[in-house]
């Protein structure tokens, strides 16, 4: 097998076909990692929903954020692309245009939100509980790719 960089523009492809990676946020030293549902509008953003939860709270505290993404074959046979950049929450009214936007885009792939939306609205018996919808604004994205040989 060998590990080889992977192009700007590769690494921009698999960021438009995959729409699942991982999202890192940190506090006080403790990283935190979860899946995520995305999609990739380049070359400077990338949108998310979410439940108001940890990585939010997290996320609002210390916004340097990671998402990670990849297809993966096998072992021996995958792409990987990190993109590091900066968590701006789509709060009404100053992102109103902007929150617009990530709506139109996340829901392309599905309108899946209102599912977790409704469970946490149940499970916590608070109807005020809304989705938070956030921006990440990319400073750099690299990607590596495993070939066997
Ligand atoms: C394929 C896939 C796609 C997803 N897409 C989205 C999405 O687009 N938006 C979104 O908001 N969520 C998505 N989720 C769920 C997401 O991974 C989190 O579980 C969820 O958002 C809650 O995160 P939170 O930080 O608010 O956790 P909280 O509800 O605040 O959770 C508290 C605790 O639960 C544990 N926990 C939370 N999530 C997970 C997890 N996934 N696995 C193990 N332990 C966990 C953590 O240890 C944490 O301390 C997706 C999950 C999967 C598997």
Known sequence: M????MSQQDCTELLERVS??????ALDNQPYVVPVGFVYEGPNHVYVFSTLGKKI????????VCLQADEVSNRSNWNSVV??????ELAEPQYSSQKQ?????????SQWWKTPLSERREAS?????EPVFFR??????TGLRAQPE
């Open 2 to 5: 060998r590990v080889i960089a």
């Open 20 to 25: 699942i990676g991982r999202l890192a946020c």
């Open 57 to 64: 709270e997290w996320m609002r505290q210390n916004p340097k």
């Open 83 to 88: 993109v590091n950049g900066t968590y701006l």
């Open 101 to 109: 936007h990530a709506i139109e885009r996340l829901g392309e792939f």
């Open 125 to 129: 018996d608070d109807l005020s509980i």
């Open 136 to 141: 990440i604004d990319i400073s750099e994205v």
